[in-house]
């Protein structure tokens, strides 16, 4: 339903991923109405895990460089990912040409986004490169679907992108003020690294789903794209993460950001791409700095002001609107 407004036949192959063809006439509706509001609950819980990475990754030893802490989230938790989904990857890399690009090109900006992500929150800080790189992304990922799909963008998704982009706005002026803040050329180092991760999370979120609409799985799309960025980025990790396993808290730093909010959270991600568009998922996915901001006072013992504590409520705000609604969606 989610992929494309251009078609009316390829809903229904999306409600049900687990076949390419549309079902007939009476099938859809029912199966359409019971997993629709599934989809935006699972990436927002994806996104509720990712807000946590920032604060996790602070706990990393000192000496450990932002590159080793985002080759062995993303390198680990993708051959995890991959194991998941066994040889239903194979399949992804074995079904025609249109799949195998899709799936090298989401591998390339997967191995781009951990690299930008965690390097901007080592310069610019976490709360600040944690927004940007998320707050860029809807955007981003909107112009994709409409210049490649020629999606239609409704009315609710304009609120909610630009209630939830504004919070995003106040949370970085309200970051600068933080004790992360970062100083002149690094910040401005550390925005542009986090507009790149935003560019390259959009465009491996918009192959996985282009990769589903072809009739794979979501945990196969998800195993397929993360396995093959796992071979670049586990090498990088070997060669950078001594600092990182070489001591119990680094080991166990990198376990669970493998684990949680990289395997299970793209897991569930995948699962929410079956069924919400990609610029719908992306301005859910905002939820990652409002976790990121109130783990950050609560865990780190940071202080937020008014302003960000407003940013926080019209990205909430934002959520809402995309979640909370109505039984008829725009095609």
């Known amino acids: 339903m989610t992929f494309s407004s251009s078609s009316t036949s390829r809903p229904t192959g999306h409600a049900a991923p687990s076949s390419s063809v549309p079902a007939p006439a009476p099938s859809p509706a029912p199966a359409r109405a019971e997993r629709r509001p599934t989809g935006p609950l699972l ?40 194991a998941l989904a066994g040889r239903s990857a194979l399949a992804v890399l074995r ?4 799949a195998r690009v899709f799936a090298l090109l989401g591998a390339l900006n997967v191995v781009i986004y951990p690299l930008a992500f965690y390097t901007s929150m080592a310069y610019a800080g976490v709360a600040v490169g944690t927004v940007v790189s998320l707050g860029c992304a809807p955007v981003l990922a909107a112009l994709l679907e ?21 919070g995003c706005v106040a949370l970085v002026f ?11 050329e690094r910040v401005a180092a550390g925005v542009a690294l986090g507009l790149l991760a935003g560019t390259s999370y959009a465009a491996y979120a918009y192959c996985g789903a282009r990769l589903i609409r072809c009739g794979h799985s979501s945990r196969a799309a998800m195993g397929a794209v993360f396995g093959l960025g796992a071979l670049v980025l586990v090498p990088l990790f070997v060669a950078t ?39 719908a998922a992306t301005t859910l996915s905002l939820v990652e ?25 019209l990205v909430v705000l934002g959520l809402l609107l ?5 039984r008829a969606a725009a095609s």
Not at 95 to 98: A, D, I, Q
Not at 174 to 184: I, K, T
Not at 296 to 309: F, N, P
């Open 95 to 98: 079904g025609g040409r249109t």
């Open 289 to 313: 700095p409002v976790v990121a901001a109130v783990l950050g006072v609560v865990v780190v013992g940071e202080r937020l002001g008014a302003l960000a504590w407003a940013g926080v409520g």
């Open 43 to 82: 990436v927002v819980a994806a996104a509720a895990l990712w807000g946590t990475t920032g604060t996790v990754a602070s706990f990393a030893p000192s000496d450990a460089s932002a590159l080793s802490v985002g080759a062995a989230t993303m390198g680990v938790g993708g051959l995890l990912t991959l």
């Open 322 to 326: 995309l979640t909370v609604r109505g």
């Open 241 to 279: 993460g001594g600092p990182l396993v070489g001591s119990g808290r680094g080991v166990a730093v990198v376990a669970y950001l493998a684990l949680v909010p990289m395997c299970l959270a793209y897991v569930l991600f995948g699962a929410g791409l079956a069924r919400v568009t990609v610029s």
């Open 146 to 166: 409409r210049l490649v799909d020629g999606t239609t963008l409704t009315w609710r998704w304009l609120l909610a992108t630009a209630s939830a982009t504004a």
């Open 174 to 184: 309200a970051g600068g003020d933080g004790p992360d803040a970062a100083g002149g």
